[in-house]
């Protein structure tokens, strides 16, 4: 458990689908973390031949854990964790099942420097993240800081640009700590904490700093 507390594991029926990045040799030319899927059908006791989806850049990055969902009809949506680069997204091509193909990973945004997946399917289908995104610029113009972002998508459309929702409240390096889900009704719920590389916004701030956040419209 770490920012964004991805979902390894979905299921429907008798069938359980799986998502993880792999390690590799330091001296294989890769793109980045390999992801794959694989099923395993607890009715025939089967595991799937695992199917590569994508790459998850840089290589060998412990921050790059990819995570997986599943909407009303059962098609299965993955989510590549990055480090400071774009996610990459691939939906499955056949309901239920992660051996039949995917679509070609395509990033949800050009230039976004995202970290920590948190991804959610909501009940009409719309695909909704958050993650740690990088800025530069106002309010801090000499330096990079961190973000809190939330990005969806709409069936058949492309991914919305990001909408920030917080802002840490010093340049450098920050974390948050987030976990989304979503409840039955379609209300998301967004929990953080913070952390600052600053020793003395840490030892100075007494108390919690976990808040949380909630939409009562699917992120609108």
Avoid at 85 to 103: E, I, M, V
Avoid at 144 to 172: C, G, M, N
Wanted: charged share 20%; hydrophobic share 30%; proline share 9%.
């Amino acid at each position: 458990g770490h920012s964004g507390m991805p979902s390894s594991v979905v299921s429907r029926g008798s069938k359980v689908h799986v998502i993880w990045g792999e390690a590799t040799d330091p001296e294989a030319k890769v793109p980045g973390v390999p992801t794959f899927v694989v099923t395993y059908d607890r009715e025939t006791g089967k595991l799937t031949t695992p199917a590569l989806v994508g790459y998850g850049p840089p290589a060998n990055d412990v921050h790059n854990t990819p995570s997986i969902t599943m909407d009303a009809e059962g098609y299965l949506h993955i989510l590549v964790g990055t480090h400071g680069r774009p996610f990459q997204y691939a939906r499955s091509l056949k309901s239920n099942d992660s051996s039949a193909g995917w679509t070609e990973p395509q990033a949800p945004g050009a230039d976004l420097s995202q970290t920590y997946v948190g991804l959610v399917c909501g009940p009409d289908n719309t695909l909704h993240t958050t993650f740690r995104l990088w800025r530069s610029g106002e309010p801090f113009p000499a330096s990079s800081y961190a973000t809190l972002a939330y990005q969806r998508k709409h069936p058949d459309q492309p991914w919305e640009e990001p909408r920030i929702l917080i802002v840490a409240p010093f340049s450098e390096y920050s974390v948050f700590y987030h976990r989304l889900t979503i409840d039955q009704r379609g209300r998301l719920f967004l929990s953080y904490d913070y952390w600052s590389t600053y020793w003395f916004y840490r030892n100075d701030h007494f108390g919690s700093r976990r808040a949380l956040l909630m939409s009562p419209d699917g992120g609108d």
